[in-house]
T-cell receptor
Framework: DARVTQTPRHKVTEMGQEVTMRCQPI?????VFWYRQTMMQGLELLAY????????DSGMPKDRFSAEMPDATLATLKIQPSEPRDSAVYFC?????????????FGQGTRLTVV | QKEVEQDPGPLSVPEGAIVSLNCTYS??????FMWYRQYSRKGPELLMY????GNKEDGRFTAQVDKSSKYISLFIRDSQPSDSATYLC??????????FGQGTRLTINP
């Protein structure tokens, strides 16, 4: 059963703490996306990678957010220091990236609450 | 102005009705168009995928793309209570990032 796996599913943390979210993309997919979803803004693209190389991270606050792909089976999104306004659901998605397409398959998300 | 505009609803219809969901966009370079369904507290699920203009049908779902008008639609026939969810349109220029609409919250009443 091929699916994108995200951990943790829920995270409550205090303001100022570091938060790390992890994502295992679908095996064989070469494109990985990080999205943030809030009621007000909807789904916002934070960053995306192709073949582990960052292609676009313009949606990410650079001073506190960082995204990496240490290997093809793991993507991470880190927030340091976290702030209450970072509270949202963070989704990872992966895509096959074949034929110039960008269909994306989403994980279940990490629901982050910063208090 | 956002690149992709979608009425957030909410939209409520009786079971069995035909549902029409729409998005407009401003970027004429978009070539790939998708519809996602998202149930509460779940990740978006890819429902329909089309390239360029035209129609695509899959069971009770039909996706239409009109590039000349920069307008896409999703039709749901014989709607069921299990179709109650948020529907998001998404589009891209090709091997580029997906841009999403705000999502339309749909409720099908038994």
């Amino acid at each position: 059963d091929a699916r994108v796996t995200q951990t943790p599913r829920h995270k409550v943390t205090e303001m100022g703490q570091e938060v790390t979210m992890r994502c295992q993309p679908i095996l064989g997919h070469n494109t990985v996306f990080w999205y943030r979803q809030t009621m007000m803004q909807g789904l916002e693209l934070l960053a995306y990678f192709r073949n582990r190389a960052p292609l676009d991270d313009s949606g990410m606050p650079k001073d506190r957010f960082s995204a990496e792909m240490p290997d093809a089976t793991l993507a991470t999104l880190k927030i340091q220091p976290s702030e209450p306004r970072d509270s949202a659901v963070y989704f990872c998605a992966s895509g096959p990236g074949q034929g110039g397409t960008t269909e994306a398959f989403f994980g279940q998300g990490t629901r982050l609450t910063v208090v | 102005q956002k690149e992709v505009e979608q009425d957030p609803g909410p939209l409520s219809v009786p079971e069995g009705a035909i549902v029409s969901l729409n998005c407009t966009y401003s970027n004429s370079a978009f070539q790939y168009f998708m519809w996602y369904r998202q149930y509460s507290r779940k990740g978006p699920e890819l429902l329909m995928y089309t390239y360029s203009s035209g129609n695509k049908e899959d069971g009770r779902f039909t996706a239409q793309v009109d590039k000349s008008s920069k307008y896409i639609s999703l039709f749901i026939r014989d709607s069921q209570p299990s179709d109650s969810a948020t529907y998001l349109c998404a589009m891209s220029q090709g091997a580029q990032k997906l841009v999403f609409g705000q999502g339309t919250r749909l409720t099908i009443n038994p």
